[in-house]
């Protein structure tokens, strides 16, 4: 089997999750600057077979109606094509985005993280991601 890799994109900073190779436990991987991004995708789409890519967006039933979007919205529909280009024969899904960040900080509390790691810019993304990839492995589950 192949893994799914889980994005929470943002324009400054993105947080990354991966699956294990059967696809049932998504895992955080990592929180990189946006700007590398694709350069980080490539490195893991290159080490181990991948099933393909999980993008948060916020209110996906909204926008995929033409309404709802924030002003994230335009940005993630814009990475999504960025990576459709770049690997054809991969899956790009869009996964509801909405609540992550309050669920990814309430899940670092209950785990014990400390405030001062929690507040570190950053330090919630790749658990956001986790969330999202997560999200989309329960929903083909079911």
Known sequence: M???IGIDY???RTGLAVTDST???AFPHATIKTDQLMDSLTTLIG????AGIVLGIPNKWGVSQGKGTTHSTADILAFQSQLQKKWPSLAIELVD???TSEEALTASIQAGMKKSNR???????KIAATLILQR????RMN
């Open 2 to 4: 192949a893994r799914w």
């Open 10 to 12: 943002g324009k400054v």
């Open 23 to 25: 696809a049932i436990i």
């Open 47 to 50: 080490a181990e077979p991948c």
């Open 97 to 99: 985005e909405t609540n």
């Open 119 to 125: 507040s570190k810019k950053g330090a919630l993304d």
């Open 136 to 139: 989309f492995i329960d929903s």
